[in-house]
């Protein structure tokens, strides 16, 4: 039997521990969430080469179709991590990929000795990592069922159970709007702002969706924020439909997840595309602005679907 060998990816300002799946810096170690990690990998088995789009999807992404958002999501979380502010670590090839500009310190830790980080290594280690992913799956979906979605579960034990506010009906009703209007739902909750969040920010909790979808194209886009915090953090998911005839970027349906910031009462988000800034109407709804980076605005406005009530606060925290 081959002696376990811990793997270590070292690198001039961090370390990136494939065993943990984890990266360290200063002596500290922060977890990545695993598409975010997978991305990393790719980048750092490859250092100073050009890693192609079309490469990170398929080994971040297999056998799965996904927007661009949840690639430079990724990214951008990446950058934020390492501190590259100017990008210049994680370098952008216009249309084409990514090139971690790093140097590598050593491939390897462990009692075996270094040996060479070779595509047909790369190769050897998936069929372990999917089967103890299949394996993981089908011992929670023995304790809970198939019918309780495992990302649910693990927000569960993430979470004290009291946080979470929306009801399984609830849910329901939002993925049969969902479907209807050929959005990819993705599993999620939501959870009950702590008392000193400002109502500014509250106010931006809950699921929203498109009527009209955007103007010009009627593509049609929900948005679903999970959370908020004191500092005016929102996270949640942006779920678009398919592309129309008119759609300024075309693709498929996708999901992907957004982190935010709210400050008096606008909520911005920078993402691939371009800047994105959230902002109430007099009548309640939320007019949606996508500024594109050639100049161009998209618009859409979205009216609220499932928002939290008061009372419903109150009980998460009794």
């Known amino acids: 039997m081959d002696q376990l060998v811990h793997r270590v990816l070292r690198f001039e300002t961090f370390d990136l521990d494939l065993a943990h799946f984890c ?4 002596g500290r170690s922060t977890d990545l969430r695993p598409k975010t990690f997978e991305v990393l990998r790719s980048l750092a088995e490859r250092p100073g080469e050009l890693v192609s789009k079309d490469v990170l999807y398929r080994e971040a992404w297999p056998d799965l179709v996904v927007g661009e958002d949840s690639l430079s999501q990724c990214i951008h979380e990446l950058r934020q991590l390492l501190g590259d502010k100017e990008h210049r670590l994680i370098r952008t090839v216009s249309r084409r990929g990514y090139v971690l500009e790093a140097v590598p310190a050593t491939a390897l830790v462990g009692s075996q000795g270094a040996e060479p ?32 979605p495992v990302l649910d579960l693990l927000a569960e034990w993430a979470s004290p159970a009291a946080n979470l506010i929306i009801s399984e009906a609830d849910k329901d009703r939002i993925a049969t709007l969902a479907a209807k209007k050929e959005l990819p739902l993705p599993i999620f909750q939501i959870r009950a702002p702590a008392n000193d969040v400002s109502e500014s920010a509250r106010r931006f909790l809950g699921v929203w969706v498109s009527d009209y979808g955007w103007l010009g194209s009627r593509r049609q886009l929900m948005m679903i924020v999970t959370s908020v915090t004191k500092d005016g953090t929102a996270h949640g998911y942006f779920v678009n439909g398919p592309a129309q005839p008119h759609s300024h970027v075309p693709g498929p349906a996708f999901s992907t997840p957004f982190t935010g910031h709210i400050s008096n009462g606008v909520l911005r988000y920078d993402g691939s595309t ?16 996508l500024a594109f980076e050639n100049g161009n605005i998209g618009v859409v406005v979205l009216d609220p679907v499932w928002m939290p009530g008061e009372d419903q606060i109150r009980k998460s925290s009794s």
Not at 23 to 26: G, Q, V
């Open 274 to 289: 371009g800047m994105h800034v959230l902002s109430f109407m007099p009548d309640g709804r939320i007019e949606f602005k």
């Open 23 to 26: 990266i360290r810096m200063n």
């Open 117 to 148: 980080l070779t595509a047909q290594r790369r190769e050897r280690t998936i069929p372990t990592r999917v089967a103890l992913g299949i394996a993981a799956v089908l011992f929670i979906l023995l304790l809970v069922g198939i019918r309780q």
